[in-house]
């Protein structure tokens, strides 16, 4: 059983499109997040949602908007995809915010923007 | 907002010495301090955390210390082994938000 799952594994695009990607947990958590690594493998939060409300909105661009259908979901959809936008997105969960409990990642989807 | 300083960036040693990494944060809210591994490829995964109100904590050839008046953490990894080759990251966490160091790539040499 995997914990926390996303998809695609890997993503190929255009520039100009639009993509979404898909994260699911099934460990109960209530809070969910959106990574961004880039190609220095720095990792910085994107979003986070507690019980499908947005409780952290980094300073990332409108072109990214997340949705949280329920608790156990949390989408990330990114139009107009430009090359910087090319990293590895993970997506985490943790069991609430503000606790002292450790975040479980995704495997990550590997965005590649040509 | 919180900022997490972490150093070394690349760390090369030899099996069987010891690692240190080292972490400052800014702000004295944060509470939580996660330590995450992150093998080539890979997620990250937690391998040892520590609470504002402890000062050490140990998990068998891991160790981790926080000096709060100061706002810095460590990880000691005794006794390397090659599969403890891999990036590093420490973070700091206060209101649900875990803002993260910049990673340390390790490498343990046999």
């Known amino acids: 059983d995997t914990a926390v799952s996303q998809t695609p594994k890997y993503l190929v695009t255009q520039m100009g499109n639009d993509k979404s990607i898909k994260c699911e947990q099934n460990l109960g958590h209530d809070t969910m997040y959106w990574y961004k690594q880039d190609s220095k493998k720095f990792l910085k939060i994107m979003f986070s949602y507690n019980n499908k409300e947005l409780i952290i909105n980094e300073t990332v661009p409108n072109r990214f908007s997340p949705k949280s259908p329920d608790k156990a979901h949390l989408n990330l959809h990114i139009n107009s995809l430009e090359l910087g936008d090319s990293a590895v997105y993970f997506c985490a969960s943790s069991r609430r915010a503000g606790s002292h409990t450790e975040a479980f990642f995704g495997q990550g989807t590997r965005l590649t923007v040509v | 907002g919180e900022n997490v300083e972490q150093h070394p960036s690349t760390l090369s040693v030899q099996e069987g010495d010891s690692a240190v990494i080292k972490c400052t944060y800014s702000?004295?809210?944060?509470?939580?301090f996660p330590w995450y591994k992150q093998e080539l490829g890979k997620r990250p995964q937690l391998i040892i955390d520590i609470r504002s109100n402890v000062g050490e904590k140990k998990d068998q050839r891991i160790a981790v210390t926080l000096n709060k008046t100061a706002k810095h953490f460590s990880l000691h990894i005794t006794e390397t082994q090659p599969e403890d080759s891999a990036v590093y990251f420490c973070a700091a966490r206060n209101a649900g938000k875990s803002t993260f160091g910049d990673g340390t790539t390790l490498t343990v040499k046999p």
């Open positions: 702000d004295s809210a944060s509470n939580y």
